[in-house]
């Protein structure tokens, strides 16, 4: 499907099909992409960044950046890995550096990106993937485009 209009739903019953998902969705991201990822806690938001960045070449651990708020993986791409749930608002996401760091050359994934209102670009992929039970999982991918407030800009 074409990247700019890019908006699909699956139902995935296991980790390999979340994998698998994940995978065909790593072949479409190019340097400079944002991917946001909404879901509740455990729904499988750093599960989805680690089968990217596997399949993008980074053959290290992916772990949750819920402490560290970024990590940094070397892949065919940096890779950067944003986890916003420990910060508060957008002042604190500003004053780590996000705007900055958005001009890295790289490829971006936002867990928690609610907590960026108004900070993410004009366009940018979001992937929600909400709980159905233990091992099932409903993912939606779109890409959003026109984002109106977009407060990082130089
Ligand atoms: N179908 C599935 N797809 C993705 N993860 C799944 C699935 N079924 C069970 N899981 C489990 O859900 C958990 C998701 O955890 P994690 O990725 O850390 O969530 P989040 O980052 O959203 O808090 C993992 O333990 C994973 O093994
Ligand atoms: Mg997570």
């Not at 019953?13 to 509740?40: C, P, Q, W, Y």
């Not at 233990?134 to 990082?152: D, F, P, Q, Y």
Request: include cysteine; charged fraction near 30%; hydrophobic fraction near 40%.
């Amino acid at each position: 499907m074409a990247r700019d209009s890019y908006s699909s739903e699956f139902i995935s019953t296991s980790e390999n099909e979340t994998s698998r998902i994940a995978k065909d969705f790593a072949d479409l991201l190019k340097i400079g992409d944002v991917v946001a990822l909404k879901g509740e806690l455990g729904s499988g938001k750093t599960f989805f960044v680690k089968k990217i960045a596997e399949e993008l070449g980074f053959d290290g651990y992916v772990s949750s950046p819920t402490f560290t708020i970024l990590n940094i993986y070397e892949a065919s791409t940096y890779l950067y890995h944003f986890d916003f749930y420990r910060l508060k608002n957008v002042e604190e996401i500003e004053k780590i550096g996000f705007c900055d760091l958005l001009m890295e050359e790289g490829i971006f994934f936002i867990e928690w990106p609610e907590k960026a209102e108004g900070l993410l670009p004009e366009e940018y992929f979001e992937v929600r993937i909400d709980i159905v039970n233990a091992t099932h999982r409903n993912l939606s991918i779109k890409k959003i485009a026109g984002n109106k407030e977009v407060k990082c800009q130089n």
